[in-house]
């Protein structure tokens, strides 16, 4: 992949933000890498307690799981002007449960599957033109529970996301200790079958989001109260066999710590992970020959609760959300090495749990 001149790019950052209290939304910022500036453009308050989203590929649609209140959910969906910075709303629909925090499409664009968290259940929701979302079409409720005495009570659907191959979806389940797999037929008028499958982790721990190779058969979790990473073979037919595991923290570590998100960079070559509390993104290696993982490095996230993550699609750029310390900062990363620096930081945001790049194009 070929590698972007951080001169002469500029990104639209946009940054969703999760406070019980009052609704902050999103905030848009444009980051000119070579003048080291970032600017506040805008804010849409339109989608309320906007924990996760996702774009369409072509970068013009964002889809958002919105917290709304302790009774209600909602899956909205905006247009997005990167040049203008701003969102205009297209729909906004009910996520059929409580809390969603999480949104996917499957690759074909024609279906979006969200994860209700509190609820414990998943739903799916025909994507028409231009990005509307129409009621749901399929909604399942997972049952069960695990041992953690305050989290895993029930079940708590934390993250749902397509199969490369786009012929299943994978439902990780923090509350039950478990990924459930659906087989997905887009022709289908309810496109996911019954629960397919079900991969089982050790009790207490609380599996959280899931991240593909780009290029192999591989597949990796982390687990938000065991602080752990748990390495997959990923066949044709949606199956997970597991090869390997690895700890996010440092031996020497004894504080309470609560891992949140995970992606392996666009080359395949380095993984990255966050850990709440210890306050830092884990470095990995991934082996070229088996995808297993050798630990690298802890790097500080410059604030305290590092939630999501995101990196640019050439990989120069990382983008971390420390909730508790109300900022965003933008890391530079080594290509080579896989490590990162601090390149810059949004100091004027409050509680943000997700935030992304968008490159913006360039104009004549």
Request: proline content about 6%; glycine content about 6%.
């Amino acid at each position: 992949m070929k590698s972007l001149d951080l001169n002469t790019t500029n990104f639209l950052i946009i940054v969703g933000s999760f406070n019980n209290e009052y609704n902050l939304g999103f905030n848009l910022y444009q980051l000119n890498p070579a003048e080291k500036a970032i600017i506040h453009k805008n804010q849409n308050i339109e989608a309320i307690n906007p924990i996760h989203f996702q774009f369409s590929n072509n970068k013009r649609i964002l889809y958002a799981a919105c917290a709304s209140g302790e009774d209600e959910g909602k899956i909205a969906t905006f247009e997005i002007d990167s040049m203008k910075a701003d969102l205009s709303l297209i729909s906004m629909v009910d996520s059929e449960g409580l809390v969603p925090c999480y949104v996917s499409m499957d690759h074909s664009e024609e279906f979006l599957l969200t994860a209700n968290y509190t609820s414990g259940n998943i739903a799916g929701f025909p994507i028409k033109d231009s990005g509307h979302l129409n009621k749901a079409v399929y909604h399942n409720q997972h049952l069960g529970k695990s041992v953690h005495p305050e989290r895993q009570k029930q079940p708590h659907v934390h993250c749902i996301v397509p199969h490369p191959n786009n012929k299943f979806f994978f439902a990780i389940d923090l509350g039950t200790d478990e990924i459930i797999s659906y087989r997905f037929n887009q022709e289908e008028e309810s496109p996911l079958s019954e629960p397919h499958s079900a991969i089982k982790f050790p009790p207490g721990s609380g599996p959280r989001h899931m991240s593909f190779h780009p290029r192999e058969p591989w597949a990796y979790v982390v687990t938000e109260l065991s602080n752990q990473i748990h390495c997959f073979d990923l066949s044709p037919e949606g199956n997970l066999v597991e090869k390997g595991m690895f700890n996010l923290l440092p031996e020497s570590y004894d504080g309470e710590s609560f891992a949140a998100d995970i992606l392996v960079d666009p080359s395949g070559k380095y993984l990255y992970a966050t850990n709440r509390g210890h306050e830092s993104i884990c470095v990995f290696r991934v082996s070229e020959k088996d995808g297993n993982l050798t630990y690298q490095e802890h790097v500080s996230s410059e604030g305290k609760f590092p939630w999501s993550l995101d990196i640019s699609d050439h990989g120069e750029l990382v983008l971390v959300a420390n909730q508790h310390s109300n900022n965003v900062v933008i890391f530079q990363r080594d290509l080579s090495r896989g490590s990162l620096s601090k390149f810059l930081e949004i100091t004027d945001v409050e509680s943000p749990v997700s935030a992304r790049f968008i490159a913006i194009p360039e104009t004549n």
